[in-house]
C-alpha cells in the first residue's frame, strides 16, 4: 500500500519527524536529571566524608587528649609516651581538612575558632611541659592548668565540631547548596 503524500512529504516521514522532535526534548530533559543527580550524590557525599571526620574527632580528642594530660599530670606517663604533640598535630590536620571541606561559610569561620582553641590547648601544654622541666613541684598549679585550661578547651572544641555538624546536616536535610 502507497503511503500518499501531503504537501510532497509523505506521511512515514513525517512521523519519524514528529518522533525525533518529541524525541530530542526527552532526551535532554533525562540528560539535565542525571547530571543533577549526579551533582547532588557528589554534595551529599562531601557533606557525609566531612561530617564522618567531625564525628570520629569528637568522639575521640576530648576523651584522648584529657585523660592522656592527666597521666602526665599526675606522673604516670609522659609527653612522648602519650605523643601529645602528635595528637595536636592530627587535631590542626583535621580542622583543616574541615576547613576545607565545608560547604558552609558559617563552618569556615567554625574551624577558625577550632584552629584557635587548639592554639590555646597548645600553648597550657607547653607550660605543663615547662613546668614538669622545673626545678620544685608543681602538681597543684598543673592539675590547675588541667582543669581550667585544658579540659574547658577540649569542651569547647567539642562544641564547636557540634555545631559545624549540625549546620552542615541542617543543609543537607535541606537540599541547598
Known sequence: ????????????????????????????FVSYLIFQVGTYSDYYDAIYKSISVANDFSQKFKYDYDYSMYQIVIGSSNFKKEDIFGKLEDAYNKVKYLRTSALMPENKSTTKYMKDYIDSLKRSTEIIKENLEADGPKYDKNLMILDNDIRTTT?????????YVYIETFQMNKGTY
Open 1 to 28: 500500500m502507497k503511503i500518499k503524500k501531503y504537501l510532497g512529504i509523505s506521511l512515514k516521514t513525517k512521523m519519524r519527524a514528529l518522533m525525533v522532535s518529541a524525541i530530542i526534548p526527552l532526551l535532554a
Open 155 to 163: 569542651t569547647m572544641i567539642t562544641d564547636a565540631i557540634q555545631k
